[in-house]
């Protein structure tokens, strides 16, 4: 789970990695046997029984800098993605990052342009709302409105989504599985399990070789499988 690729000087949440910094996370995969990979690429080939040396890489919120500072290191390391975006944000900033600082999000051209280079393009919600604490009417569009807008956005499907501060309960997953998402990443869903709860491990600017060692490891551990709710 990476978030922003840039300029880490004022970064209060610890949310950014910088270009180089990413440059070896991915080269150490690579090394490794793995290779990163789209969400959806990484089900269904475990739905083959082919998901051995993939890893699943995510970006979050929908950053500017995903098109400079991260498509470029995918593409040099033959690595795939998807990323999470705000449809009711184009061209906006984090806003709910009360700290800032003010960080632009891509806008529909940068989409178009992601997924046009292959990228996966799933559902970050409509503005970055924590879906546990919204009434239903703004569930309904943080979930499906945000599906529809991406799908005519990018002229493709869109499959999956990412709960917004990684907060998920069984009302948020049934609205998400409602909206027509095969999976949903959260970070530590708790007692849910399935594919719309899917758990994931942030990766950050500390992490150099032996901490994405022990993240691999510990990640292994609380992995549920991708059956039930």
């Not at 080269?27 to 998901?51: P, Q, T």
Request: net charge positive.
């Amino acid at each position: 789970m990476y978030h922003s690729v840039g300029d880490r000087t004022d970064d209060p949440y610890r949310l950014t990695v910088t270009p180089d910094r990413l440059d070896a996370q991915l080269g150490w995969l690579r090394r490794r046997g793995l290779r990163g990979v789209s969400v959806a690429e990484l089900l269904a080939a475990r739905a083959r029984g082919e998901g051995r040396g993939l890893v699943g890489l995510t970006f979050d919120d929908g950053y500017a800098d995903f098109v400079e500072h991260a498509l470029p290191r995918l593409r040099h390391w033959g690595c795939e993605a998807t990323l999470f975006v705000l449809p009711g944000r184009l061209g906006g900033d984090n806003a709910w990052d009360p700290l800032g600082p003010r960080k632009p999000l891509l806008t529909a051209d940068g989409i178009r342009h992601a997924a046009a280079e292959g990228v996966e393009i799933g559902s970050h919600g409509l503005t970055h709302v924590d879906l546990t604490k919204t009434d239903d009417a703004a569930l309904k569009a943080e979930t499906s409105e945000s599906r529809a807008l991406l799908s005519e956005l990018i002229s493709a499907p869109v499959t999956g989504f990412c709960y917004p501060y990684g907060t998920v309960d069984a009302r948020a997953a049934d609205a998400v599985r409602a909206a027509g998402y095969t999976y949903a990443c959260a970070i530590a869903p708790g007692p849910l399990t399935g594919p719309h709860a899917l758990p994931r491990v942030h990766v950050g600017q500390r992490d150099t070789a032996v901490r994405l060692l022990l993240k691999t490891r510990l990640h292994r551990l609380r992995r549920r499988p991708a059956t039930g709710v």
